[in-house]
């Protein structure tokens, strides 16, 4: 599989640091993933980090031949941790020595390698297919994914800053990935007033504002629940009816760029005529 003709470096740099970012968290949280897993999903995100950092660096290079770069230099990362000098454990010792490097070999880190790596082809397979599929264009748009990206990053930094009982980082990635997937299918089903699709519409916003969270803090922290659920309905409602105004818009960025300033020197005619 081929990407386009060329990439987008910036969108890659930002998909990198978004997963650096989850990657951290991973490490600070114990909940963002089932602790079953252990380590392992973070080894998996460094090597989907490399993925998207070479597609940045390599922006004309086949999806096969970056997912097998990614691949090379995890392994070699890893097989560089058999080797235990002095001047290089220094290294490793430091924070960023330590992220970048690691400190001890293990055969399972080079399958959560390949995991990572797998998921880079994988995500730029999925957008290329979607991207002749018209349902799923829009959700595929650079421009709508770095918002959801800036989005979620705001969210996990808020569940780290306010520390609220019913705020972490699982609930903040599903009810984030949950209002790009609906949030502007619904406002579009009460704006055109399709009353057909008004139910689905209703329990989708029910579903993702208060439905989502329900099911996983009945599970996870009942007294929680109890305790923050109407304060979230309403902050959760009111950001859901934000998301659906902000990714409504059908086309690129420079689509909106232009029906923007179209619109705008209309009603600016349409002002002077007035006067």
């Given at each position: 599989?081929?990407?386009?003709?060329?990439?987008?470096?910036?969108?890659?740099?930002?998909?990198?640091?978004?997963?650096?970012?989850?990657?951290?968290?991973?490490?600070?949280?114990?909940?963002?993933?089932?602790?079953?897993?252990?380590?392992?999903?973070?080894?998996?995100?460094?090597?989907?980090?490399?993925?998207?950092?070479?597609?940045?660096?390599?922006?004309?290079?086949?999806?096969?031949?970056?997912?097998?770069?990614?691949?090379?230099?995890?392994?070699?990362?890893?097989?560089?941790?058999?080797?235990?000098?002095?001047?290089?454990?220094?290294?490793?010792?430091?924070t960023l020595g330590h992220l970048l490097l690691g400190s001890q070999f293990d055969w399972a880190d080079l399958s959560a390698y390949?995991?990572?790596?797998?998921?880079?082809?994988?995500?730029?397979?999925?957008?290329?297919?979607?991207?002749?599929?018209?349902?799923?264009?829009?959700?595929?748009?650079?421009?709508?994914?770095?918002?959801?990206?800036?989005?979620?990053?705001l969210l996990i930094l808020g569940s780290f800053y306010y520390q609220a009982p019913d705020w972490d980082i699982p609930i903040s990635?599903?009810?984030?990935?949950?209002?790009?997937?609906?949030?502007?299918?619904?406002?579009?089903?009460f704006v055109e007033r399709r009353w057909r699709l008004w139910p689905a519409m209703l329990f989708a916003t029910w579903f993702t504002?208060?439905?989502?969270?329900?099911?996983?803090?009945?599970?996870?922290?009942?007294?929680?629940?109890?305790?923050?659920?109407?304060?979230?309905?309403?902050?959760?409602?009111?950001?859901?009816?934000?998301?659906?105004?902000?990714?409504?818009?059908?086309?690129?960025?420079?689509?909106?760029?232009?029906?923007?300033?179209?619109?705008?020197?209309?009603?600016?005619?349409?002002?002077?005529?007035?006067?």
């Amino acid at each position: 599989m081929h990407p386009p003709k060329s990439r987008n470096q910036l969108y890659y740099l930002l998909a990198a640091v978004c997963v650096v970012f989850i990657g951290l968290a991973s490490r600070h949280s114990q909940d963002l993933f089932p602790q079953a897993f252990g380590k392992y999903p973070g080894d998996a995100l460094w090597a989907l980090m490399v993925f998207f950092g070479l597609g940045c660096a390599l922006p004309r290079c086949s999806s096969f031949r970056l997912a097998a770069y990614a691949l090379a230099i995890s392994f070699l990362v890893e097989i560089s941790q058999l080797y235990q000098a002095s001047w290089i454990n220094a290294i490793r010792g430091t924070t960023l020595g330590h992220l970048l490097l690691g400190s001890q070999f293990d055969w399972a880190d080079l399958s959560a390698y390949t995991v990572g790596a797998s998921a880079g082809f994988g995500v730029e397979f999925a957008l290329g297919r979607a991207r002749t599929i018209p349902c799923l264009t829009e959700y595929t748009r650079p421009w709508k994914l770095s918002t959801l990206a800036l989005g979620i990053a705001l969210l996990i930094l808020g569940s780290f800053y306010y520390q609220a009982p019913d705020w972490d980082i699982p609930i903040s990635l599903i009810m984030g990935m949950l209002a790009y997937l609906t949030a502007p299918w619904s406002l579009r089903v009460f704006v055109e007033r399709r009353w057909r699709l008004w139910p689905a519409m209703l329990f989708a916003t029910w579903f993702t504002v208060d439905g989502c969270y329900w099911l996983y803090w009945h599970f996870k922290n009942p007294v929680a629940l109890e305790l923050m659920r109407e304060a979230n309905f309403f902050a959760s409602l009111s950001l859901y009816g934000i998301c659906g105004v902000l990714w409504l818009y059908r086309g690129s960025l420079r689509q909106l760029q232009s029906d923007t300033g179209a619109l705008l020197r209309l009603l600016l005619s349409r002002t002077t005529q007035k006067k």
